[in-house]
């Protein structure tokens, strides 16, 4: 029989336990016995002999058939995977001297990438001497965050960083 090594279990051969505790191929608790018998009885039933718990003590051996056991286990972690949600950073920029209209459209924006369950990152850009009056950035962040609470929760206060304000907020769980 031969034997590679696909995952982190080991199969057939590779377990080299003097004793283990052995489960059938319909669950039944079949005891502790050497590796050697429980080897056997795997060829008798044509089957493979594999180690699922290795940290056990003794280390408990099932006799399954690999391959099928292979192909159910990448199965379920593609289900668990199709079923997580990612969550993507949307970016809105803004400027401190933002016209009102302009600052609409870009809260409509905003609510669309919230309603979208994605989280969004509100910055404003400071250029030269706007430096010098970063309050008035923080205000229109603020008032961002105002405008946008019946959807939105600020995951992050407004900060400086570099050149930029940055606030970070989140849908609204109800």
């Known amino acids: 029989m031969e034997v590679s090594i696909i995952s982190d279990l080991m199969i057939n051969e590779q377990i080299r336990d003097r004793e283990v505790r052995l489960i059938s191929s319909d669950g039944e608790q079949l005891g502790v016995m050497s590796a050697k018998e429980a080897m056997k009885l795997a060829?008798?039933?044509?089957?493979?002999?594999?180690?699922?718990?290795?940290?056990?003590?003794?280390?408990?051996?099932k006799i399954i058939d690999y391959g099928k056991y292979?192909?159910?286990?990448?199965?379920?972690?593609?289900?668990?995977?199709?079923?997580?949600?990612?969550?993507?950073?949307?970016?809105i920029r803004l400027s401190p001297?933002?016209?009102v209209n302009d600052l609409n459209t870009k809260m409509n924006q905003a609510r669309k990438f919230l309603k979208g369950g994605n989280r969004v990152k509100v910055s404003v850009r400071?250029?030269?001497?706007?430096?010098?009056?970063t309050a008035s950035g923080k205000v229109i962040l603020e008032g961002f965050a105002e405008k946008l609470s019946d959807v939105a929760v600020i995951d992050k206060a407004a900060k400086l960083e570099g050149r930029s304000m940055v606030m970070f907020l989140s849908e609204k769980r109800n």
């Open 70 to 91: 292979r192909y159910e286990m990448a199965r379920k972690e593609k289900e668990a995977r199709k079923k997580q949600k990612v969550i993507d950073i949307k970016e």
């Open 43 to 61: 060829k008798e039933a044509n089957l493979d002999l594999v180690k699922i718990a290795p940290q056990a003590k003794p280390p408990v051996c």
């Open 126 to 133: 400071f250029r030269g001497r706007e430096l010098a009056h």
């Open 97 to 99: 001297n933002i016209d």
